[in-house]
């Protein structure tokens, strides 16, 4: 039998899913930190909005009856964290923590209207 390593080699992250109280605000937020918005709607399901960030697709679907994902915490790669920061806050984000080295680099946290915290790390 294979060991936990071999079972798990080769495995990538290619979907995260969110839910959001209001579709359009999460749109804004996740453009404003340089994602390409889509929508989608498969079959009889609810129109929810898509993005792509490097081999990962993000879907954030309305929050309905379900639980909040505001638990999920999610990191981006951005090239320019002090623009990335600002175009959070025009769009309504709270920024949690301001651009600080750390030892990953110039990061930041900021907050969508849905309680998700975003890591935002300055790409070299």
Partial sequence: MDGPAELVSG???????????NLRLAAAFYAA?????????????PE???AQAGGVLLEIYPLGERAST??????????NLALAVAA???????????????PWG?????????GHRIELLQGA
């Fill in 11 to 21: 495995v990538a992250l290619n979907l995260v899913v969110l839910r959001s109280a």
């Fill in 106 to 114: 110039l990061r930041a946290v900021v907050e969508d209207a849905d």
């Fill in 48 to 50: 929810h909005m898509t």
């Fill in 33 to 45: 930190l340089g994602l390409t918005i889509g929508w989608e709607r498969h079959g009889a399901g």
């Fill in 88 to 102: 959070v806050r025009v769009v309504g984000g709270a920024v949690v923590s301001l651009p600080q080295p750390g």
């Fill in 70 to 79: 505001a638990g999920v915490r999610l990191g981006f790669v951005v090239p």
